[in-house]
T-cell receptor, first 116, second 111 residues
Framework: DADVTQTPRNRITKTGKRIMLECSQT?????MYWYRQDPGLGLRLIYY???????NKGEISDGYSVSRQAQAKFSLSLESAIPNQTALYFC???????????????FGPGTRLTVL | LAKTTQPISMDSYEGQEVNITCSHN???????ITWYQQFPSQGPRFIIQ???TKVTNEVASLFIPADRKSSTLSLPRVSLSDTAVYYC????????????FGTGTRLTVIP
């Protein structure tokens, strides 16, 4: 079974709808992240959380919110989706302190979101 | 934030050694350098990490000069399956600096 899972894998929705993307991990990592990737571009950080009580904005948090329900779960919400939020969304986890692989991030398979 | 600069794209023939250089002039004392590889429609995957001098693993080598203002990822004898985007990140584990992937370098391996 995959260590980092994302649901749904694909979603088509309409402008103005509320959408929630879910991420679960079995790696036991405290740190979790949400990124978006637009075609031909790199990854941009939306939000990150270093533990259950910690939430931080990334580069592009406007229009998004997150919830860290437990160590293993980190959800991303689009309160009112708009077409320019159409993108591939990735969740990732990490743990600090491993020599030579410090804070290595492990990514989920991604969620492809289309907002019409 | 230690910003990184990489070439947008590179082409190489199969079997050649490929070197991708990353510039990070504002690297801090505690920062290390990490490289990731991403295939289309997949999340990035860790390749290698280093702090100074040279690091080698089964996949790649990472060369870091004494001033640490740049680093070079070296892929020996590339194959078609090495066609991917490669990202250079700089930061320390205590902060969020090493979470910024940028646009990376798109490597295309030609038969």
């Amino acid at each position: 079974d995959a260590d980092v899972t994302q649901t749904p894998r694909n979603r088509i929705t309409k402008t103005g709808k509320r959408i929630m993307l879910e991420c679960s991990q079995t790696k036991g990592h405290d740190r979790m992240y949400w990124y978006r990737q637009d075609p031909g571009l790199g990854l941009r950080l939306i939000y990150y959380s270093f533990d259950v009580k910690d939430i931080n904005k990334g580069e592009i948090s406007d229009g998004y919110s997150v919830s860290r329900q437990a160590q293993a779960k980190f959800s991303l919400s689009l309160e009112s989706a708009i077409p320019n939020q159409t993108a591939l969304y990735f969740c990732a986890t990490s743990v600090p302190g491993t020599s030579g692989r410090d804070n290595e991030q492990f990514f989920g398979p991604g969620t492809r979101l289309t907002v019409l | 934030l230690a910003k990184t600069t990489q070439p947008i794209s590179m082409d190489s023939y199969e079997g050649q050694e490929v070197n991708i250089t990353c510039s990070h002039n504002n690297i801090a004392t505690n920062d290390y350098i990490t490289w990731y590889q991403q295939f289309p429609s997949q999340g990035p995957r860790f390749i290698i990490q280093g702090y100074k001098t040279k690091v080698t693993n089964e996949v790649a080598s990472l060369f870091i000069p004494a001033d640490r203002k740049s680093s070079t990822l070296s892929l020996p004898r590339v194959s078609l399956s090495d066609t991917a985007v490669y990202y250079c990140l700089v930061g320390s584990e205590t902060g969020a600096n090493n979470l910024f992937f940028g646009t990376g370098t798109r490597l295309t391996v030609i038969p």
